[in-house]
């Protein structure tokens, strides 16, 4: 198993599209391999034949380095029918079967009150049916919080009625579910998780933990940028181009307002803060694979028109689970838009490892605005924006400093045209 990303320790294989025994050139793809960030194509190195596939399709959790395939010369083919990797092969393997086994020793505690039963174990049980107190080897208990169950739905067969592993397991072998199921009558549905819905959780759970986020929101007026996007459009579309949407307006605007304040384009490195000379935005898409955060590189020096064609080249490659590594990799800051597509008014978004801040888009609504004299009012469309800060990184006047010039692209967008 290659390592297709820089964060990537692990990948399943979605699907082969060589049979065994096909002649195989460089260059051409062998299968295509889940990744913890996309589906990528395994291209062949050398030129031979595909004499063994070890790990078929479907096979989950393949650690990086360990044995998929086996490619030869064509004299070489037979000597691998029955090819298996060796432990050599696959490094990781021997240590986890070694850990499996070591639940065996504990089950001596289970024995040892049998041994020595304590004198007020017949008060015990009694205590254990009234619900004050039930008693069970600790090897139980940590099996039945780990499933849900509750003790007091068990019957125990150990002495005086203690509960042991085995009879969880039982309980579990029979069907039984954990009381808050049982009572409702819940039916459900599990659905195993893609590798990219995995490394996400992981990757966004660290970040919670480790990252000290603060939040600040802005309300923009975004009147002036749907008047310029009714524009600009039917010159686009006359040219032979695609519409530009609002978001890729609010890319752009992130964008420029990063040239001008860079510390908010910049990475924790611990001893140092890297300050990053390329804005390279990410942009959140959502697809039935999972979340991917394509990249569009220099979106301060492209125009409107290109960074709107990009966004939806890459959009479109997310949906198809066809991104490449280099479609993804290199961002220094993230735009994630719930506002345009789905209406939320306002949200806080995740930062992006190992970026310092995330920009969160709501949707533009319309609002009464006070005038100077009694009486008078007038409508306006205004956005709220909320960025997502490291404060190890990002002081909140700089954060404020950034937002402050992201507002003022927006609310004078044509200043994003010179």
């Keep these: 198993m290659p390592s297709l990303s820089p964060t990537m320790t692990e990948g399943n294989i979605a699907k082969w599209i060589k049979k065994e025994g096909d002649k195989v050139s460089p260059g051409e793809v062998l299968c295509e391999v889940e990744t913890d960030k996309a589906t990528v194509e395994m291209e062949c190195m050398e030129e031979g034949y595909l004499a063994k596939i070890v790990q078929g399709d479907g096979a989950k959790e393949i650690k990086v380095g360990e044995v998929i395939c086996v490619t030869v010369e064509e004299g070489d083919i037979e000597k691998f029918k029955d090819y298996k990797p060796s432990a050599a092969d696959a490094p990781a393997a021997p240590s986890e079967s070694k850990a499996t086994p070591e639940p065996a020793a504990p089950k001596v505690e289970e024995k040892v009150p049998a041994k020595a039963p304590e004198p007020k174990a017949p008060k015990a049980e009694k205590a254990s049916r009234s619900g004050d107190r039930i008693f069970a080897s600790p090897l139980a208990r940590k099996l039945a919080e780990d499933n849900n169950v509750q003790l007091s739905s068990v019957k125990g067969t150990g002495p005086d009625g203690r509960i042991l592993k085995a009879d969880i397991e039982d309980y579990l072998a029979k069907g039984g579910k954990s009381e808050a199921f049982a009572a409702s009558g819940l039916d459900y549905t599990d659905i195993p998780n893609a590798q990219i819905r995995k490394v996400t959780a992981n990757r966004l759970l660290a970040s919670k933990q480790t990252i000290p986020h603060y939040y600040l929101t802005v309300d923009t007026r975004v009147d002036k940028l749907i008047k310029l996007r009714g524009e600009l459009n039917p010159l686009q579309e006359a040219?032979?181009?695609?519409?530009?949407?609002?978001?890729?307006?609010?890319?752009?605007?992130?964008?420029?307002?990063?040239?001008?304040?860079?510390?908010?384009?910049?990475?924790?490195?611990?001893?140092?803060?890297?300050?990053?000379?390329?804005?390279?935005?990410?942009?959140?898409?959502?697809?039935?694979?999972?979340?991917?955060?394509?990249?569009?590189?220099?979106?301060?020096?492209?125009?409107?028109?290109?960074?709107?064609?990009?966004?939806?080249?890459?959009?479109?490659?997310?949906?198809?689970?066809?991104?490449?590594?280099?479609?993804?990799?290199?961002?220094?800051?993230?735009?994630?838009?719930?506002?345009?597509?789905?209406?939320?008014?306002?949200?806080?978004?995740?930062?992006?490892?190992?970026?310092?801040?995330?920009?969160?888009?709501?949707?533009?609504?319309?609002?009464?605005?006070?005038g100077s004299a009694d009486g008078q009012y007038e409508f306006g469309s205004y956005m709220s924006v909320t960025m997502s800060c490291d404060h190890r990184v990002i002081d909140g006047a700089i954060g404020a400093e950034f937002l402050k010039a992201f507002k003022g692209y927006i609310e004078n967008p044509t200043t994003m045209l010179l």
Excluded at 270 to 299: C, K, M, S, W
């Design 239 to 370: 040219s032979g181009g695609k519409k530009i949407s609002i978001n890729d307006l609010v890319i752009k605007a992130a964008a420029l307002a990063l040239r001008k304040v860079p510390e908010c384009n910049s990475s924790w490195m611990n001893d140092f803060i890297r300050q990053y000379h390329n804005v390279n935005i990410n942009v959140a898409v959502q697809t039935e694979h999972g979340l991917f955060v394509p990249v569009v590189r220099d979106a301060d020096k492209k125009g409107l028109g290109t960074i709107g064609e990009e966004v939806k080249q890459l959009a479109q490659r997310a949906r198809d689970n066809s991104l490449k590594p280099q479609d993804y990799e290199g961002g220094t800051f993230t735009v994630s838009n719930l506002g345009g597509p789905f209406g939320i008014k306002q949200f806080c978004a995740i930062i992006n490892p190992p970026q310092s801040a995330i920009l969160a888009i709501g949707s533009a609504e319309k609002r009464v605005i006070p």
